[in-house]
């Protein structure tokens, strides 16, 4: 049988103001939006005329101008990525790269989902 006992609790409700919480927050510049709008910007352009330039090459060759783009050097590849340089340079010679690989790649050149995404369609 289904007890009807009920434990009263007492609530403690705190009131915040927005403005008590607008001051313990940071207070962005126009300054800082403004770069942040540009960096933005700056890297949607990137994004599409690196599509362009990959669109019509293989992997391979995409990585070599991707690594070439983002000045990364094999060495820093390995570094980055965790592939092994022999890794690395086959996938530049053409061999086909597993999508864990790909993933790898994507996190060390910092590529935007867009871009990460045609090279997963290679």
Do not use: Y
């Not at 996938?91 to 690989?101: I, K, M, P, T």
């Amino acid at each position: 049988m289904a007890s009807d006992v009920h434990k009263n609790t007492d609530t403690k409700v705190e009131t915040v103001s927005a403005n008590s919480v607008c001051r313990q927050l940071p207070q962005k510049t126009a300054e800082q939006g403004l770069a942040a709008a540009v960096a933005f910007a700056e890297e949607v352009q990137w994004s599409l005329a690196i599509r362009r330039t990959i669109s019509g090459v293989g992997f391979g060759e995409a990585l070599k101008l991707l690594m070439n783009d983002r000045d990364m050097s094999v060495e820093q590849m390995e570094s980055e990525s965790g592939l092994s340089v022999s890794t690395v340079k086959r996938l530049r010679a053409g061999q086909d790269a597993s999508v864990e690989q790909i993933v790898a790649i994507s996190v060390a050149l910092h590529l935007p989902p867009p871009v990460s995404g045609d090279l997963l369609r290679m």
